[in-house]
DNA sequence: TCTGGGGTCCTAGGACCC
DNA sequence: TCTGGGGTCCTAGGACCC
């Protein structure tokens, strides 16, 4: 018995989930778009042979869509996060230890005879098909930054069949195989190591294997560097994180989809992004300590004055009464807004979590407003979760939007509303 | 015209206390 | 009047991830 790590990681994800519900994307080039319509965050396989890459921005590639007919979608979070999901319930069904590492990615740890690796790896894959129609590739290896590069092989090499198992090499076909990744494709360098790494004279996964200076390694690379190289070494030092984990920030932020340069527009977007941003803290029962908002013009537009800042709120009580956060969100903005800039973008990032309900409260009369406010806010939650988002609305949050984000090319939410269920013609 | 959004962790350095 | 060092907490910034 020996443990293994696999990670198992879905194929073209979001381009997948559109392609099932959309039977004419299938084999097709297929490019999923980031907010704003702006670049490019998913390809189908078509589009990969082409070339195009990750965070291309779309104007740059209007031949190449208009000569290979590209079919281009909006992003569908809640389409995507609603098939993860259904993704990630299949693998823990068949784990004893699973991490869901992203939206499409789970690490699973298990401890098995050596011989039995292949075949369960075979078995997890057939089965998230068979019950989501999602394709996964799996990397297998005796650490998780191993799994990480076995499954970078799976994916690229077509003959293992998207199964690819660096536990059972010997050490001298381990190193074979480091030798053919490079360095910037190691789970856990980034461009800024890699630039060092690479004035060294370390290329590849093996030249940092056998890098000998593990001093001027830990001082450069930090405790984190370190650790990836020991991985390479097959010794274990990333250990995988069980159980569903509270956020300990959650973020919500957009850049606008026309110029805007007011206060007004600015505080009913910061409304908005305030009220998902509490809505989704109430869904992990927490109440935020603190607050920050932040701000910025287009930092493409070399030419125009530009002016980006944030400023950090602390919060006496911790709450997560949505009203609350948004007149907070106001002072801040306040102090922040400078007249005569075209802004980009706001944001909001909630923090310093306590769990709801048991917020400290100095005053009696202070606790039994906040158990009624609590209440009102379980009862706003549940009413745009069954009825739809925006049911019920803040009117800071405005009611045109001009500001809003552009998404001309949004795909239905086949599994998760009622209105938008795909329909079998008979 | 058009260039994403949402996260985590580590570390150095300052403030403060004893 | 002189003189010290260790520990902790907080924060900003950097690096990385998907």
Not at 134 to 140: F, H, K, L
Not at 180 to 204: H, R, V
Not at 326 to 355: H, M
Request: glycine share 6%.
């Amino acid at each position: 018995m020996k443990q293994v790590f696999f990670l198992v990681d879905c194929n073209n994800f979001y381009a997948a989930c559109e392609q099932i519900f959309n039977p004419g994307l299938r084999n097709k080039p297929v490019i999923v778009l980031s907010n704003n319509d702006g670049c490019v965050v998913a390809r189908s396989n078509q589009v990969k042979e082409l070339g195009i890459k990750l965070g291309t921005p779309v104007f740059k590639l209007e031949h190449l869509i208009k000569r290979f007919n590209i079919e281009l979608l909006s992003s569908n979070y809640a389409l995507y996060a609603d098939m993860s999901r259904r993704v990630m319930k299949t693998l823990s069904a068949l784990a004893d230890e699973i991490e869901v590492y992203s939206i499409d990615e789970a690490f699973i740890g298990l401890k098995t005879d050596p011989d039995k690796v292949l075949a369960y790896a075979g078995k997890l894959k057939k089965i998230v098909e068979r019950n989501t129609g999602i394709s996964v590739s799996i990397g297998i290896g005796q650490t998780k930054t191993l799994a990480k590069i076995a499954n970078k092989i799976a994916k690229k090499q077509a003959r293992w069949q998207g199964i690819f198992d660096l536990s059972q090499t010997s050490n001298m076909e381990l190193d074979k195989i480091l030798r053919t990744i490079k360095i910037a494709d190691i789970w856990g360098i980034g461009p800024k190591s890699t630039d060092w790494l690479c004035s060294k004279g370390i290329k590849t996964a093996k030249d940092l294997k056998h890098f000998k200076d593990q001093g001027l390694l830990k001082k450069k690379l930090k405790i984190n560097g370190f650790f990836t190289w020991r991985e390479l070494w097959r010794e274990s030092c990333i250990k995988l994180q069980q159980g569903l984990v509270g956020k300990k920030q959650i973020v919500a932020s957009r850049s606008f989809g026309k110029k805007v340069n007011t206060l007004k527009e600015l505080e009913q977007a910061l409304a908005s992004y305030a009220t998902t941003a509490a809505q989704k803290m109430r869904g992990q029962k927490s109440a935020a300590g603190m607050l920050i908002v932040f701000l910025g013009t287009n930092r493409f537009k070399v030419k125009e004055p530009q002016y980006f800042n944030s400023m950090v709120k602390f919060l006496q009580q911790p709450t997560a009464y949505t009203p609350k956060i948004i007149k907070t969100a106001f002072e801040t903005l306040r102090y922040l807004y400078r007249p005569g800039y075209n802004y980009k973008k706001i944001g909001i990032v909630l923090g310093n979590f306590q769990p709801l309900g048991l917020a400290q409260t100095d005053l009696f009369g202070q606790f039994k407003k906040a158990a009624g406010r609590n209440r009102l806010m379980q009862v706003v939650d549940r009413i745009n979760q069954q009825w739809g988002s925006s049911t019920l609305r803040y009117a800071a949050c405005g009611i045109e939007k001009a500001w809003q984000m552009k998404q001309l090319r949004k795909s239905p939410r086949y599994t998760t509303s009622w209105e938008e269920l795909p329909v079998v013609k008979a």
